[in-house]
T-cell receptor, first 114, second 108 residues
Framework: KAGVTQTPRYLIKTRGQQVTLSCSPISGHRSVSWYQQTPGQGLQFLFEYFSETQRNKGNFPGRFSGRQFSNSRSEMNVSTLELGDSALYLC?????????????FGPGTRLTVT | QKEVEQNSGPLSVPEGAIASLNCTYSDRVSQSFFWYRQYSGKSPELIMSIYSNGDKEDGRFTAQLNKASQYVSLLIRDSQPSDSATYLCAVNDYKLSFGAGTTVTVRA
């Protein structure tokens, strides 16, 4: 079974621009969560989508948004990029939503904002 | 207070030894706990999940959970150079909350 895929793998953007990242979950998985990883803050939860609905949201500004499609694929958008948005963005999929679900990570998208 | 705390590293162990990693969490009602391994430049890989008090063994890995003490640990037996990585403890409270990670180096 194929793992979680993310595109693109690397991105370089300029401050003020916007960016869209894509995530395809493991086949049969209906929940997709997004995380930001930086050396200073570690891994932080952005949001979770399940059945095209946002289930949970972390403490990030409204510039960070996402959505999920009927095939469970998910996209994350960051508008008005700031230098501090440079990070590894990871998505993770699980079969179901909830506290007992095991989450499997994709390879990540490395975003650099200049 | 951080939600999930791990023992500070780095941790250096000789090949063949046991590496012991510790993690404490703040929310008493947490139900599920995970250990991820992350190699440098790679994404986290799930290696263990544990939901009940006690020990859970999978190959050379043993996870231990004590909900009364809000403590979860990971033992790596017969450590190999390929075990050199950062190990992340995570608690699932409708989202994964991660510790800062402990970097393990297994020296030959």
């Amino acid at each position: 079974k194929a793992g979680v895929t993310q595109t693109p793998r690397y991105l370089i953007k300029t401050r003020g621009q916007q960016v869209t990242l894509s995530c395809s979950p493991i086949s049969g998985h209906r929940s997709v969560s997004w995380y930001q990883q930086t050396p200073g803050q570690g891994l932080q939860f952005l949001f979770e989508y399940f059945s095209e609905t946002q289930r949970n949201k972390g403490n990030f500004p409204g510039r960070f948004s996402g959505r999920q499609f009927s095939n469970s694929r998910s996209e994350m958008n960051v508008s008005t990029l700031e230098l501090g948005d440079s990070a590894l963005y990871l998505c993770a999929s699980s079969q179901e939503s909830g506290t007992l679900s095991e989450q499997y990570f994709g390879p990540g998208t490395r975003l650099t904002v200049t | 207070q951080k939600e999930v705390e791990q023992n500070s590293g780095p941790l250096s162990v000789p090949e063949g030894a046991i590496a012991s990693l510790n993690c404490t969490y703040s929310d008493r009602v947490s139900q599920s706990f995970f250990w991820y391994r992350q190699y440098s430049g790679k994404s986290p890989e799930l290696i263990m999940s544990i939901y009940s008090n006690g020990d859970k063994e999978d190959g050379r890995f043993t996870a231990q959970l004590n909900k009364a003490s809000q403590y979860v640990s990971l033992l790596i037996r017969d450590s190999q150079p390929s075990d050199s990585a950062t190990y992340l403890c995570a608690v699932n409270d409708y989202k994964l909350s991660f510790g800062a990670g402990t970097t393990v180096t297994v020296r030959a």
